[in-house]
């Protein structure tokens, strides 16, 4: 290790002139009431000089030699631990520095630590969360296996049903398993956005037909908030876009209320982008929780009887998804109130022929 030492002579100076003036009052003590000799000026300037040199000179090179060694140590131990904040190859003995560099790298180790924690926090939570996802309808399925080997399997009259619903378990696992991987692969930014201009009206309608039976078993209607006769183009990911539509409109259906209505409106913002929004008159919910939806597997209603099993990563993905494409998502909800969900996203540049441009999301 290439050492560059910096010194700093304050301490031996000092030292030194503390040690020459003392002396040389004793000395001069000593003269004047041994009455040896007349005082003279001169020698005794002289001892001075002498006595403050030779001090600070043996105590600058002792201290260096003593503190260095102490603080070279120290420099070794902590580049063992592979210290960025601390700089190889200077090791200083000036202590102002060196108190600096201290509290810098324990400031440095500090954050290091405290991002680990909560890493470790959220790796802990994240492995919680999917075992408790996968673990009931595994046990469902397992549960209609069981049965059926143990005898059910010879009663026609409810084998089909237990396969029927074993196999809806089986749903159950694919659905978590390709959300989850779709959350992986936007979280490493290795989702390939394929955006293209596309109509934005036609996408929601689409949405609208398709949920249409889901949204007829609790009486909601799906509107626009008016008539949209010419179509709006927009630049983006169609299918990825469709998922955002889609789990927006499945929440306002899930969590809506009986006979109510939800609402989308698109709406320019500013010169190139417009602005989605899809609007229930449903549940809603309290302002502290508000921030927290989008995070993966959060869910308004913990319990495990919640009527709509959601696991609490449709709003994960639809955030990702949003992001991907460079634009925002926002969110207002009053508790009993109902909620409006609303996003941006990029208008069609009408000069560009409407083809596909792929890209790599990152
Ligand atoms: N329109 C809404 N009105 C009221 N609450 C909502 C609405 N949309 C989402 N929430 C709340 O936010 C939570 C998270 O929504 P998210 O879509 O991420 O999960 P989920 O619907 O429970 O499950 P998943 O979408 O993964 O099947 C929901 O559990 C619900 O409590
Ligand atoms: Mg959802």
Known sequence: MATRVRKSYKFAFRSALFIAIILTIALWAFVWFSKMAEIQLLSISLFFIVVFLTSFILIQIRLEKYIYRRIKQIYD???LLESSSFTSGSVTTDMKTLTEEIEKFAKDKKIEIDTLKIREEYR?????????ELKTPLFTVQGYILTLLDGAL?????????????QKGVDRLIYIIKDLDLITKLEVG????????????????NVFD????????????????????????????RDKIQQVVSNL??????????SGTTE???????????????????????????PRIFERFYRVDKSGSRKEGG???????????IEAHGEKIYVESVLDVGSEFSFTLEKADPNIELGTVSEKNN
């Open 77 to 79: 131990d902590v580049s």
């Open 249 to 258: 409109i499945v929440n306002s259906i899930k969590y809506g209320h009986r």
């Open 311 to 321: 696991s609490g990563l449709g709003l994960s993905i639809v955030k990702h998804i």
């Open 264 to 290: 989308v409106s698109i709406e320019n913002l500013i010169r190139n982008k417009v602005i989605i929004r899809i609007t229930d008159n449903g549940e809603g919910m309290s302002e502290e929780h508000v």
């Open 124 to 132: 802990k939570d994240f492995l919680g969360n999917i075992s408790h």
């Open 190 to 205: 290795d989702l390939n956005l394929e955006r293209s201009n596309f109509d934005i009206i036609e996408l929601i309608q």
């Open 210 to 237: 398709l949920l249409e039976i889901k949204a007829g078993k609790k009486k909601i209607s799906l509107t626009f908030d008016m008539n949209y006769d010419t179509p709006i183009y927009v630049f983006g990911d």
């Open 154 to 166: 010879e009663d026609k009259s409810v084998r089909k049903k237990y396969l029927q619903r074993a």
